[in-house]
């Protein structure tokens, strides 16, 4: 066995271990910060629905800015906790954690748009994405399974291509 092609080995080997370690860490960074961030809130004037500073003047149709900076956390804390799980997983069926990342990024748009009527109408807007991931979820799920069963795709195919009605296929999923 040749030294240099075993050094290289150990040496991308530490490499690898590194930025496991580094990335690893960033993400633990990441998700014990945000209690923090949620409680950021507080910083914000709480009596009045101006926000005054040196650079800029605001207002907000809240109560308070405290409370609007509260509502917005409360939708993009958990939105920030969402990405880092979907872009962390490794499991096959993340790509269904969109539909609560798409669910907070509505409601998050609503308060950031001043819309004090919250969580009223963002259902009707996910209906959609949810029309295209949840069956894609679904067959990523029925190739997998059929890949671990031994099953070719053919039969697969011809099994989806059987003419049911929505209660037959109904009973299928949970026969």
């Known amino acids: ?23 690893s860490g960033l993400v633990i960074l990441l998700i014990a910060i945000s209690p923090y961030l949620f ?3 507080e910083s914000f004037p709480a009596d009045s629905n101006l926000w005054e500073t040196y ?7 809240y109560q308070s800015y405290q409370h609007f900076i509260w509502f917005l956390t409360s939708k993009v804390i958990p939105l920030y906790l969402l990405f880092i799980w979907f872009f962390t997983c490794k499991h096959w069926w993340h790509w269904i954690i969109l539909i609560p990342i798409t669910m907070y990024l509505f409601q998050t748009w609503g308060i950031l748009n001043q819309s004090l009527n919250l969580d009223e109408v963002e259902l ?9 991931i949840i069956p894609a979820v679904y067959l990523i799920r029925a190739k997998v399974f059929n890949r671990m069963r ?3 795709l053919r039969s697969f195919e011809e099994d ?3 003419r049911r009605t929505l209660w037959q296929e109904f009973k299928e999923l949970f026969h």
Do not use: E, H, Q, W
């Not at 650079?55 to 149709?61: E, V």
């Not at 009707?124 to 295209?132: D, K, S, T």
């Open 1 to 23: 066995m040749n030294n240099k092609s075993t050094y290289r080995t150990y040496n991308s080997l530490d490499k690898g271990k590194k930025k496991f370690t580094i990335g």
């Open 39 to 41: 409680y950021l809130y």
């Open 55 to 61: 650079f800029f003047t605001a207002t907000t149709n």
């Open 124 to 132: 009707l807007y996910m209906i959609p994405v949810m029309l295209v």
């Open 150 to 152: 031994g099953d070719d």
């Open 160 to 162: 989806l291509k059987k």
